[in-house]
């Protein structure tokens, strides 16, 4: 597109501040400038801004929030019967090519590559893509397909400065075993800083400050090119593959069951376009989100939102906690649905965050350091969709088996790589104690997940006493441990 086309665009929408320095650019430096402004949605961005401000408002005057109704919640917490039936259903969508799995990373340095001190020292990513490799082949054993068959896709999300990190560290394992067809990159996309009136900042006198978008432009990410050479997206590649349900995590949870057929099934059963997986908080004080109803919908409700009496309140017949449901940021999609996301994205409303934006002086220039926030950077929330699903379904799972998310730095004592590797090892034993094994104190063995996906096919050490601590790879090397 040409300069002055660009120019009229950004005229018309009311930025043509941000040409303010072009006479003093360098070829180059026009080159890239009028790259990124071709490539924005100059328009898309009002409308975000004034539909963010008008939510703002109305946010001081909310509806109430509710408890999850009776029923809209089911558990697999000591019901093994219903987990075993959905666990079957979701073995089979997966066997059928129907399955597939989407992972969210954070911002800064790629969380997936953290080693979080397990004696094998393998990474989050590495974990999660053994997980993927041991589901195929459990899928294939169970419903009779040909070895090499089934295919669970794995679709990562990074973003712009992780990207590249991200790649190179999966090409460098070796794709840990997976075919690299079938693991496909994806960013997450940015909107331009605003000011309070709405007017996109400059970062610098030939570049438009952005910042990411928040978790929720996983929607609007999965329209996106893959990259400027490969004009395919997410959704189109899902729907070339057949796939009809995805499964999506923050990668950072090292518990987490990848493509998880219990909750496919689930989800599968109860026809539900989108689903949240949840965990039981674990006090009234717990500083967490939880799924509930504001008004008729359902929704995330912070903690901050629930007032303390809310929180204290219990269900007079389970005796739990009203407001029970933690978010741990899991989540089922069909296909269909995050087609259709786009149909009503304008009605979503992102969230604002007054920030501290270097920026360039309109006058004169010269780059601003602010000392008070001076700006603010637009977020959409991924379960910000929820409220706008006509079916949606919620699974209670146990968080000791579950939920042990990265989030502090070693050595913090919650949340961290340590508390990681012990509820990890932890796991560990209780497969094999389940399985009819002694594991004795203080004796840490720690399963490869191509041993076992979540406890299965080990049969073989009932009755065995496990004295010494160390890591399996395969099978046979677990009588070493005795």
């Known amino acids: 597109m040409a300069v002055d086309n660009i120019r009229d665009r950004y005229q018309a929408a009311g930025h043509d501040h941000l040409f303010a320095f072009w006479s003093t650019l360098s070829e180059s430096e026009r080159k890239s400038f009028s790259h990124q402004l071709e490539n924005l949605d100059v328009n898309r961005v009002n409308r975000i801004y004034k539909k963010a401000i008008a939510s703002e408002k109305e946010a001081a005057d909310p509806e109430p929030i509710e408890p999850l109704p009776v029923g809209a919640c089911e558990s697999v917490v000591n019901d093994p019967a219903s987990e075993k039936r959905w666990r079957s259903e979701g073995l089979q969508a997966i066997a059928r090519g129907e399955g597939g799995q989407g992972t969210r990373l954070g911002s800064s340095a790629p969380k997936g590559c953290y080693d979080i001190g397990l004696p094998s020292h393998k990474s989050l990513f590495q974990y999660q893509a053994e997980r993927i490799a041991r589901l195929q082949v459990v899928a294939e054993k169970e419903c009779n397909k040909p070895a090499g068959s089934v295919v669970i896709p794995w679709y990562v999300m990074t973003s712009g400065p992780t990207r590249r990190e991200t790649e190179a560290f999966f090409t460098k394992n070796n794709f840990f075993g997976l075919s690299s067809k079938n693991v496909v ?110 008004g008729e919908k359902f929704s995330v409700v912070e903690y901050s939102e629930i007032s303390k009496e809310q929180a204290e309140l219990r269900n007079s017949k389970t005796g739990e906690l009203a407001f029970n449901a933690a978010n741990i940021a899991n989540h089922f999609y069909t296909t269909s649905y995050l087609k259709s996301v786009e149909s009503f994205e304008d009605d979503l409303a992102f969230h604002i965050a007054r920030k501290k934006i270097p920026t360039v002086d309109l006058k004169t220039g010269e780059a601003v350091k602010p000392s008070k926030p001076n700006g603010m950077k637009l977020e959409l929330f991924v379960f910000d969709v929820f409220p706008f699903t006509k079916r949606f379904a919620v699974l209670e799972v146990a968080r000791n088996e579950e939920f042990s998310p990265l989030k502090n730095a070693p050595g913090t004592g919650a949340d961290d790589p340590e508390t990681s590797c012990r509820d990890l090892l932890a796991q560990h034993r209780r497969f094999l104690e389940r399985a009819g094994a002694q594991v004795k104190d203080g004796v840490e063995v720690e399963l490869s997940p191509c041993v076992s996906y979540a406890g299965e096919g080990l049969e073989f050490v009932k009755g065995k006493t496990f004295t010494r601590s160390g890591y399996v790879e395969n099978p046979e090397e677990l009588d070493a441990l005795l």
């Open 185 to 294: 990159f994806f960013e997450q996309g940015t909107l331009p800083c605003l000011t309070a009136e709405g007017k996109i900042m400059l970062e610098s006198t030939s570049r438009v400050a952005v910042a990411p978008d928040g978790n929720g432009g996983l929607y609007a990410a999965t329209r996106a090119p893959l990259s400027e050479s490969n004009s395919s997206t997410v959704l189109s590649d899902l729907t070339d593959r057949g796939v009809l349900y995805v499964h999506a995590y923050c990668v950072d949870n090292c518990l987490v069951k990848v493509a998880d057929p219990v909750f496919l099934g689930y989800c599968i059963s109860k026809q539900a376009d989108c689903a949240a997986k949840v965990v039981p908080k674990a006090s009234p004080s717990e500083s967490v989100g939880v799924v509930a109803r504001r």
